[in-house]
């Protein structure tokens, strides 16, 4: 399956797209100068409102950038994978062995996140997923160590939601 980034000129509105592997789309693995040029063809605008397609993660993807510290899904990566229904690969990351460090931080980081999401009432008869949730508290339990490593790795107003509720030592005020 192929992915699109699409291009569009802020004074004429020319929308061009290019497409993309699903390697590429993930990992933001173009330039769009490259693929567009630098000046709009039909006005030689050079202001550009840009927009893509993200693929699905998947474990191919997951894998690789687990052992990458070049390759990155975005800014907010934990929040990403945190929300996006990936535990079982989130855990698949956690327990191999070839996953860098800083990556399994932020695989701890996603973790967090969906406890988080989990706990706090988002009103209009929303329920938690109490199972998803006890999942992520035990497996996050089994790494308490590599958690505490992860120190401020983990997003600060998460850890005060999630903490509470680990296996763990922690006090808000340090
Ligand atoms: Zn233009």
New binding site residues.
Partial sequence: MNYEVTRK?T????EIKASLTKREAAFHLFDTKELFGSI?P????KEFSGSGSLPLLDKELILEWAQNENLYFSQDEELMLGDGGYFELIIEGLNNSLTLLDKKYVLLDALCIIIFDETLDRGDGWKPDISLKQRAIEELNKRKDLLIQAGDRIIGYVQKVVYPQLDINWHSEK
């Fill in positions: 000129c004074d004429c509105g020319l709009c039909k006005c030689a605008g």
